[in-house]
Each structure stands twice: as C-alpha cells, then as structure tokens.
Nanobody, 115 residues
Framework: QVHLVESGGGLVQSGGSLRLSCQVSGSILGINVMGWYRQEPGKQREMVAIITSRDDTTYATSVKGRFTLSRDNTQKTMYLQMNSLKPDDTAVYYC?????????WGKGTLVTVSS
C-alpha cells in the first residue's frame, strides 16, 4: 500500500517562496507519473507539475518559470519549489502518483499567499 504525505505549506506574502515535500511510503516500483495538483475552494483540481518515469516534466502555464518539481528516489520524496508566489497560487496542494494504473493522493497541504 502506498501512502503520500505532503508538508511545507503555510502562509507567505506575495513574491515569497515555499518548498513543498511529498513523502512516499511503500514501493515506488512501477510509478509512471508523479506530480503536484492544486485545488481552490469551489474549483476543480488542476495540474501544477508532473514528471514521468522518463523524467519528462510538464508545468502548468501559470506556474512555468516560477515552480520547479524535483524528486529524490533514494529518499522517496518529491518536492515542489515555488518562487515568486502570487495570491492566485493560494490553494490546497496535493501530491499524486500513478502507479500501475492506480492513482494515489495525499491529503493535501494548504498554501496561502497574501497580497
């Protein structure tokens, strides 16, 4: 069984930075895609950044150039470095992995950017 636990969220001023972490417990074999998603109240969850097993990374247009996804397989941890944060980045951020056709989600971490 795979479990994902996010951390690193919090309150930050516009222009500031945060680094989110996603700790994966369980086997990481067979992971096809890992990524970060976010959801604002009343809105659909949207992709922020994903990385495939071939290390191809895709970013949402709104975060390109400001956010960086990385991972440390030895530590079974994925990161999202968020710079130049804007109030529009305020959301709950979720860690996700697609492993052998199964989607796994963390419980999310709240990021609040004040203007």
């Amino acid at each position: 069984q795979v479990h994902l636990v996010e951390s690193g969220g919090g309150l930050v001023q516009s222009g500031g930075s945060l680094r989110l972490s996603c700790q994966v417990s369980g086997s990481i074999l067979g992971i096809n895609v890992m990524g970060w998603y976010r959801q604002e109240p009343g809105k659909q969850r949207e992709m922020v950044a994903i990385i495939t097993s071939r290390d191809d990374t895709t970013y949402a247009t709104s975060v390109k150039g400001r956010f960086t996804l990385s991972r440390d397989n030895t530590q079974k941890t994925m990161y999202l470095q968020m710079n130049s944060l804007k109030p529009d980045d305020t959301a709950v951020y979720y860690c996700n992995i697609l492993q052998r056709g199964i989607d796994y989600w963390g419980k999310g971490t709240l990021v609040t950017v004040s203007s």
